[in-house]
């Protein structure tokens, strides 16, 4: 099985920061690796798939980046509304997410 | 394109339970539909997808011999269901749509777009 590792766990931040969300893959998933965004008491969405397309629909701040297995997600400016919980998901072989990191107002 | 799911279900332990999720806008019978469970307070866990067009279905580790998923391509409608449930599965479970076949290819694994709003099974026991 492939696992996934995300770091970190909590991330404190402020409106305006640049802040990097890291995912390590136990195993090569070349490109294939999405970026989700979960609010409290909603669905996820998907942000970023194939490690770097932007979803259609969400804002350019969203950037993602990597390829084998290691990954970052990157929220160029961060927004008032982008405090919420992001997790990676493998779909190399199967499905498998990443634990999820909390992005927390500073 | 959408998936909605059946209602907030509160069981005891050891009752059996089927949950829905019907897609909408979209040829159901051509993307894989995938079960995700969200324990209280935790992070997302693969259960397992189905493909509507011929029900094939694929679990992960964790829950092969655990649940039963499949699902009815006459009424766009897929399935996740316990035959004994136990205090362990009360969490939020969502679908959501994810590969696809087209006429001469099939990508079984892709991202996970749209997902359904969520079904909150609660388990006393």
């Known amino acids: 099985d492939i696992q996934m590792t995300q770091s970190p766990s909590t991330l404190s931040a402020s409106v305006g920061d640049r802040v990097t969300i890291t995912c390590r893959a136990s195993q090569s998933i070349s490109s294939w690796l999405a970026w989700y965004q979960q609010k409290p008491g909603k669905a996820p969405k998907v942000l970023i798939y194939?490690?770097?397309s932007l979803e259609s629909g969400v804002p350019s701040r969203f950037s993602g980046s990597g390829s084998g297995t290691e990954f970052t997600l990157t929220i160029s400016s961060l927004q008032p509304d982008d405090f919420a919980t992001y997790y990676c998901?493998?779909?190399?072989?199967?499905?498998?997410f990443g634990q999820g990191t909390k992005l927390e107002i500073k | 394109v959408q998936l909605v799911q059946s209602g907030a279900e509160v069981k005891e332990a050891g009752e059996s339970l089927k949950i829905s999720c019907q897609g909408s806008?979209?040829?159901?019978?051509?993307?894989?539909i995938a079960w995700v469970r969200q324990m209280p307070g935790k992070g997302l866990e693969w259960m397992g997808i189905v493909y509507p067009g011929d029900s094939v279905t694929y679990y992960g580790p964790s829950f092969q011999g655990q649940v039963t998923i499949s699902a009815d391509k006459s009424i766009n409608t897929a399935y996740l269901q316990w035959n004994s449930l136990k205090a362990s599965d009360t969490a939020i479970y969502y679908c959501a749509r994810s590969g696809y076949c087209r006429t001469t290819s099939c990508v079984t694994y892709s991202r996970f777009d749209p997902w359904g709003q969520g079904t909150l099974v609660t388990v006393s026991s």
């Open positions: 194939d490690a770097s």
């Open positions: 806008g979209y040829s159901f019978t051509n993307y894989w």
């Open positions: 998901q493998q779909y190399k072989s199967y499905y498998t």
